[in-house]
């Protein structure tokens, strides 16, 4: 008899936690939208986004590099990462998490670290991908042990960084590409937070009912993000949206 009310509260505690948890993926993709809206200030915007991904991985060290001529250069930073304008060479760990699709490092040291705090007990390492191009890389990074990012956070960190990965080209020098990068910084900022987790998995194939396990929400409700992408985008169907989103870094 006492076990009852007692498994209850823990699946009512375990419940509790994880809409928290969702919440706070949602905040995240958020920030990211505003970071992508601001364009007075966007690198005040880009700091404070690295400020929420930093507490949303409850990290002590963010970072956003840029791929140029075979190295990264820092071009926001929280915490005790490298200062904006400090570069370090695209090699060993940083050469690997380029080409994945998210890299998660423990008990390692990072390069991306200042002097004396280089130690990491978690580093988490999310290329920064737009137009099916790698133009960076998002560092996220802890002295202390932290929670490795699940299934869901790792869809989130994605997404996160694909906005990021926009904001950083638009402002690279003027180049052909420019008109496309704020096409694509504006379609998505007109997405929800949820609208912009259910695209980032359009490209992976799923279907409604996979696709809501996924996102632990119901079929019907997939079905209406998918039909709002699609009306925001101007997309025909979910596999034009998906080749956007691929197209644009999500998804990968």
């Not at 505003?34 to 929420?52: F, G, I, V």
């Not at 259910?198 to 799923?206: C, D, E, F, K, N």
């Amino acid at each position: 008899m006492t076990d009852e009310p007692t498994t209850s509260v823990r699946a009512m505690r375990s419940q509790l936690r994880e809409s928290a948890r969702e919440a706070s993926r949602l905040r995240l993709l958020e920030a990211a939208c505003m970071a992508a809206a601001d364009e007075r200030q966007p690198q005040s915007a880009l700091r404070l986004a690295l400020a929420h991904a930093q507490s949303f991985l409850a990290a002590d060290t963010a970072a956003a590099l840029r791929l140029e001529a075979g190295g990264l250069t820092v071009q926001a930073a929280q915490g005790f990462a490298l200062p904006p304008g400090a570069r370090v060479v695209a090699a060993g760990a940083l050469g690997t998490a380029l080409s994945a699709p998210i890299l998660v490092r423990e008990r390692s040291v990072s390069p991306l670290r200042m002097v004396g705090k280089e130690a990491a007990a978690v580093e988490v390492l999310v290329p920064l991908r737009f137009r099916g191009q790698v133009g960076g890389l998002l560092a996220l990074s802890s002295t202390r042990p932290i929670a490795l990012p699940d299934a869901a956070d790792t869809v989130t960190l994605q997404a996160f960084a694909a906005i990021l990965a926009a904001v950083l080209e638009e402002q690279r020098p003027s180049r052909s590409t420019r008109g496309p990068r704020r096409e694509a910084i504006a379609l998505i900022s007109r997405l929800t937070a949820r609208e912009q987790q259910v695209l980032s998995l359009l490209p992976r194939g799923l279907s409604n009912a996979e696709l809501a396990q996924q996102l632990g929400i119901a079929p019907g409700t997939v079905k209406v993000h998918v039909e709002r992408i699609l009306h925001k985008l101007g997309a025909r169907d979910r596999t034009q949206a998906a080749v956007r989103a691929a197209e644009w870094g999500l998804g990968k």
